[in-house]
């Protein structure tokens, strides 16, 4: 966990890497509090963005198809959020289209997990959104 918890309008970005098959990342922005966030959900067959506002966490971006996600490869995981529009990019490329988040996830850090397995990150970045 890191950043503020008064950032606002943000544009994140990292690298990751899953180990194997049953390895699984969670990048986090706007982390206020374990209960109000936005986070993409990486793993092999899953990559989708949630918001999470009061404790209850919607799906905001669930491509399909879905992005092929190859273990032992790294990719570059992209979030803007901007007001209540977030966008998601994956190698520089959009991920479905611009969504509105609830206006509770307006402000906060970011966060990197670990949901299962082995992780890699790094070079990440975080800028004003343009």
Avoid at 6 to 12: I, Y
Avoid at 27 to 42: G, N, Q, S
Avoid at 47 to 69: E, N, Q
């Amino acid at each position: 966990v890191g950043g503020s918890t008064t950032w606002t309008d943000v544009a994140m970005s990292v690298k990751v890497r899953l180990a194997d098959d049953s390895s699984g990342a969670n990048i986090a922005m706007r982390f206020k509090d374990p209960k109000t966030y936005l986070v993409v959900e990486m793993a092999v067959g899953k990559y989708k963005l949630r918001g999470r506002a009061d404790g209850s966490t919607t799906d905001l971006i669930s491509p399909s198809p879905k992005p092929v996600i190859v273990p032992g490869t790294w990719y570059t995981v992209g979030v803007v959020a901007k007001g209540t529009t977030v966008t998601l990019t994956l190698d520089g490329m959009p991920i479905g289209s611009p969504v509105m988040c609830n206006a509770l996830i307006s402000n906060g850090g970011i966060a990197l997990g670990v949901a299962e397995g082995s992780v890699s990150f790094d070079d990440v970045k975080v800028d004003v959104a343009p």
